[in-house]
């Protein structure tokens, strides 16, 4: 329609806005839009996306779509600063502004201000990328020790208000709550993680991948994620890494940001528009600490592995899928999909196959170093180690989806490759660093073995947010509790196992779906430096935690005590 109006004279040209109010009106609903005028609804331009057929209701024309189920975008005019997110890691500030769409003729400007002395101070601006909604203030010599009320502000008057909380002192216990898998099956509120993260009141909030399953609709999606957790970050740090279905993905073997040829992705690489990856890349982590190597991979992707001091813990935010190899035509398929393997009978050797990469060098250099001398890098104060990352580094679930579905092996896990998989835990091991992670809508807590059982890192896969739709269950096919378990649990299949990929782990916790909340829920970890331990939490998601007698899921909470 735009292409036909820019063709007319100039004396019929300059009817555009009203021609197309009233063209538009016809066909989308228009909602929560009454104190905005036609002309400046719809003027006659906006910045075209670089990308097809993807993110197609936050981009464009995106206000005549029709009315989204995943989340309103024609809101109020008054809303549309949506949230903000920051970390503070050496004195360096991040906050990232995360808006609604703006039409035309709205200003692209957000503005923060910081309050100081009871009163609001301005202390910049920057420009919206419209690509995403989206913009990153950055902030130097921040103070780390005392608490700053910000605020991000539309010149329309709507805005967003958080609190720049203080870092941990040394010394003092650092709390983290984390998360994973956001469904897109329940698109309704998250009332009760809101509740009960804020009632245990971490030092930081860790989303660990699938904050999106719209895969083609990221923006829409992220703002749904935004209204529906942005109360347990406004007044406190967050940390997001998308995984694979937040760039669009069912499974992601990135190898360097190659493209993908095959939707599934299992030939390796980037199945949608480079562009598109770098938005929802932008999104949820232009806020994270600097990059340690900011190099893009191919097609321009970027990076944010990273470290991430919090008072008393040095965290590594690293990516296990950007540079692992896609399994397809590199390994013998042993079923009827490249990532699935369904013969109990093959030789695990056959799929570790020389050449194939998990972290990839560049991300084991940074490991290295991140984990070398513990009074190096970061400095002394930074007495315990954790990495945080997507998925595990074992194959630990047996049944995937439903009852009759079992697998032997899964190459979507960090099992494989196994060369790969006891490269980056000798590395975790050695920086006395536990693994925190998310992905397969099953809480474990695993002992990882290296070249024997229990010689490598702790591990603690958090639950599900929501979990009756892909549900997955740690269910050996001999039924038999393992060498060495676990006493005092009533869980019947603890102890020392080989997974599909003859990896050594212990299972030391588990919540199989037949538990409460189909297993969903939260994990909480509590970093205690002066009596050096580690302690797990594992929560259903309907368990109020300042309830008397609140029960989390059988066999949590773990204390690692030897680090």
């Not at 109020?544 to 005590?561: C, I, K, L, N, S």
């Amino acid at each position: 329609m735009l292409d036909i109006l820019r063709t007319l004279p100039l004396s019929l040209y300059a009817l555009t806005p009203l021609l197309l109010f009233l063209c538009t009106c016809a066909r989308a609903p228009q909602t929560d839009v009454t104190d905005v005028q036609p002309d400046a609804i719809y003027p006659d331009s906006y910045r075209v996306a670089p990308f097809d057929s993807l993110d197609v209701l936050a981009t464009n024309d995106w206000w005549t779509r029709d009315a989204s189920r995943i989340t309103n975008l024609k809101i109020g005019r008054d809303s549309i600063v949506a949230f903000g997110a920051y970390t503070v890691a050496n004195g360096v500030l991040k906050l990232s502004a995360q808006l609604y769409p703006l039409y035309p003729a709205e200003s692209r400007t957000v503005y923060l201000d910081f309050e100081r002395d009871g009163e609001w101070q301005e202390y910049g601006k920057q420009e919206v990328n419209e690509i995403g909604w989206h913009a990153l203030f950055r902030v130097e010599d921040w103070p780390e020790n005392e608490d700053t009320s910000y605020r991000l502000r539309h010149e329309n008057g709507a805005a967003f208000e958080g609190t720049i909380r203080h870092v941990p002192p040394a010394g003092e216990e650092v709390t983290v709550a984390a998360l994973s898998c956001n469904s897109s099956n329940d698109t309704g509120g998250r009332e009760e993680y809101v509740r009960n993260i804020n009632a245990l009141n971490p030092d930081l909030v860790f989303f660990a991948g699938d904050q999106s399953y719209f895969h083609k609709e990221h923006t829409a999606a992220w703002l749904l994620f935004g209204k529906q957790f942005r109360e347990v970050f406004r007044h406190r740090p967050m940390v997001s890494i998308p995984d694979d279905h937040d760039i669009g993905q069912g499974n992601l073997w990135g190898e360097g940001g190659k493209r993908a040829e095959r939707v599934e992705g299992d030939d390796g690489g980037y199945y949608y528009d480079p562009d598109y990856v770098k938005m929802v890349e932008r999104a949820q982590t232009s806020h994270l600490p600097d990059p340690y190597d900011p190099t893009p991979v191919a097609q321009g992707i970027g990076v944010y592995y990273t470290d991430y001091p919090l008072g008393s813990v040095d965290f590594a935010i690293i990516e296990d899928r950007k540079f692992k190899s896609g399994p397809k035509d590199k390994i013998p398929q042993q079923g009827p999909r490249p990532d699935h393997i369904r013969n109990p009978d093959y030789d695990p050797a056959t799929v570790d196959v020389a050449g194939l990469e998990l972290l990839g060098e560049r991300q084991l250099s940074f490991l290295e170093q991140w984990g070398g001398d513990p009074d190096s890098y970061r400095g002394a104060e930074n007495r315990m180690k954790a990495v945080l990352s997507q998925t595990g580094f074992a194959n630990g679930a047996h049944i995937h989806g439903q009852l009759d579905n079992r697998l032997h092996a899964d190459m979507d896990s960090n099992g494989w490759p196994q060369t790969g998989r006891n490269k980056a835990l000798r590395l975790i091991r050695d920086a006395g660093a536990v693994h925190i992670g998310g992905d397969q809508h099953l809480a474990t807590v695993i002992h990882h073995g290296i070249e024997e059982f229990n010689d490598g890192p702790y591990a603690f896969l958090v639950p599900a947010i929501v979990n009756n739709y892909y549900s997955r269950w740690w269910w050996p096919a001999s039924e038999q509790a393992g060498p060495n378990a676990r006493e005092g649990v009533d869980l019947p299949w603890l102890g020392e196992y080989r997974d599909g990929f003859d990896n050594p782990i212990t299972m030391l916790a588990y919540a199989n779906p037949d538990q409460p909340d189909h297993g969903a829920g939260f994990g909480f970890i509590r970093f205690d430096p002066v009596g050096r331990t580690v302690t797990f939490e594992c929560w259903p998601r309907t368990v109020d935690v300042t309830a008397a007698g609140a029960e989390q899921f059988e066999g949590w909470p773990y204390v690692v005590r030897d680090l």
